[in-house]
């Protein structure tokens, strides 16, 4: 595990008006130069790596902070701090300690704001202000996977629900401390805009003049993107990166279309959903690797995936890349709503051979912290004489479901995922923002699976 690193509050949330904001962070690290001449803290440098627009449609840092419950920098990330301030919001209003940001949980929050405005109390529980947010310098926590990479700066967009009374700006800076390198600092600036979402797209024109020139330039849209949102357009428009994570989607088949278009209309799309199948894209690959293996692959006719019932996108997209990979054509697609919510398509070969594929939704007990993790994989044939079947479970779904249906074939192979860490979102931006640009393999399953769903709304 990752040690969390230190983090020194160079400047703690100041708010400012929007014509000051490359001015005021300019005087942060002037007034810096002047405290630290006498030696007593270490050199300070903002880094020159890369800029962060974080869009944060949930509010959750935003409402947690004005409830009292969190005081570190609102970065739009859910890091440890932010989990710890969810536990302690839900252990507060008599819910479950998930600290996990779900809807109902986002829904009790705002509610219990809205007690606090409308009853023009001064302050929560805690004895903190309602409607003033006092970032605590000294817990202050930027993300730790995103501050390990020294981003340069994060913007933070905040829309908030209510009436359009223009835009707040906030600006501050952080600084993680390494281990390695305790004699200086490299810091990141940290703006943060609120307001509704009107207001922000009627500023949207001033937010590509506060990303650093000569430097990779990404932003993280945590909502299902719009096309046809103007800030949205502007945005993508200017970064070498839009990152989206599809497991969040509310209406997965009908969001990923939109992706499509993006990618059509040329924006260099990321989707950390995408990371998260890869693991099972590797083994699927590893077990086709011996030659006699690999000439058999081609009588795979039967592809069964199972995920946790919910958001189907993961099995979707390693469908989509499995097919695409294989040269399979799409030719039908239905579903069956029901305990399993099953999803059936049916492609042809090169050869004109039929494939049949089915996604499962499988209830489950404990739910994780993503929706629809992969559960497992079966690719097998309806020759009982092809040495292509294929088994892969997950360390914590197991295969039970599959293996009760005739699991592979007995001279298949059989692989087991493990949890890993890395499939949290935090991690995953940690991973993105090192590298940009098309991702071939990404797309090409995604047109498939444009395909599969346009060819549903067709039947």
């Not at 945005?235 to 599809?246: A, E, R, T």
């Amino acid at each position: 595990m990752t040690q969390a690193p230190t983090i020194f509050s160079l400047q703690a949330p100041k708010d400012v008006s929007l014509n000051e904001i490359e001015a005021e962070l300019s005087k942060i690290w002037q007034s810096y130069g002047i405290g630290g001449e006498d030696g007593a803290l270490p050199a300070a440098t903002r880094a020159t790596t890369f800029t962060l627009v974080v869009y944060e449609p949930e509010q959750t840092q935003y409402l947690l902070a004005a409830l009292g419950y969190y005081n570190g920098p609102i970065d739009g990330i859910l890091g440890p701090q932010t989990v710890s301030a969810l536990r302690d919001a839900q252990k507060a209003l008599g819910l479950e300690r998930t600290g996990k940001a779900s809807p109902q949980v986002l829904q009790r929050l705002r509610e219990e704001l809205a007690k606090l405005h409308k009853g023009g109390q001064a302050q929560d529980n805690n004895g903190i202000s309602a409607t003033e947010y006092s970032p605590d310098a000294a817990s202050a926590r930027i993300a730790d996977e995103i501050a390990l990479r020294n981003p340069c700066r994060i913007i933070s967009l905040i829309p908030v629900v209510g009436e359009d009374e223009g835009v707040t700006a906030q600006v501050s800076a952080y600084c993680p401390i390494q281990k390695q390198s305790t004699s200086s600092l490299v810091c990141c600036e940290y703006i943060t805009l609120t307001g509704t979402a009107t207001a922000l797209e009627r500023v949207g024109g001033m937010i590509p003049a506060l990303l650093i020139g000569g430097l990779p330039k990404f932003i993280w849209w945590k909502a299902t993107p719009d096309p046809n949102n103007a800030l949205f357009k502007r945005l993508s428009g200017v970064c070498d990166n839009v990152i989206v994570d599809s497991c969040d989607f509310n209406e997965p088949e009908n969001d990923l279309l939109s992706l499509q278009s993006l990618i059509e209309n040329g924006v260099p799309l990321a989707d950390l959903n995408w990371r998260r199948v890869g693991g099972w894209q590797e083994l699927t690959a590893e077990a086709y690797d011996p030659p006699a293996r690999r000439k058999a692959l081609n009588e795979v006719d039967r592809l069964n995936i199972d995920h946790e019932k919910g958001n189907p996108t993961q099995a979707l997209l390693f469908l989509g890349w499995l097919a695409s990979r294989l040269k399979w054509r799409a030719v039908s697609y239905e579903q069956e709503l029901g305990d399993y919510n099953v999803r059936r398509f049916k492609f042809l070969s090169d050869e004109q051979r039929e494939i049949e594929a089915e996604i499962a939704g499988v209830p489950v007990g404990d739910v994780g912290d993503i929706p629809g993790d992969l559960i497992a994989i079966r690719l097998s044939s309806t020759n009982p004489e092809a040495n292509c079947g294929t088994l892969i479970c997950s360390e914590t779904g197991g295969c039970m479901r599959m293996e009760t249906q005739g699991g592979a074939q007995s001279t298949g192979v059989f692989q087991q995922i493990t949890s890993l860490s890395e499939q949290k979102a935090e991690a995953l931006l940690s991973q993105q923002v090192q590298r940009w640009g098309k991702e071939a393999l990404f797309e090409e399953s995604l047109a498939l699976i444009a395909q599969l769903v346009k060819l549903a709304k067709k039947s």
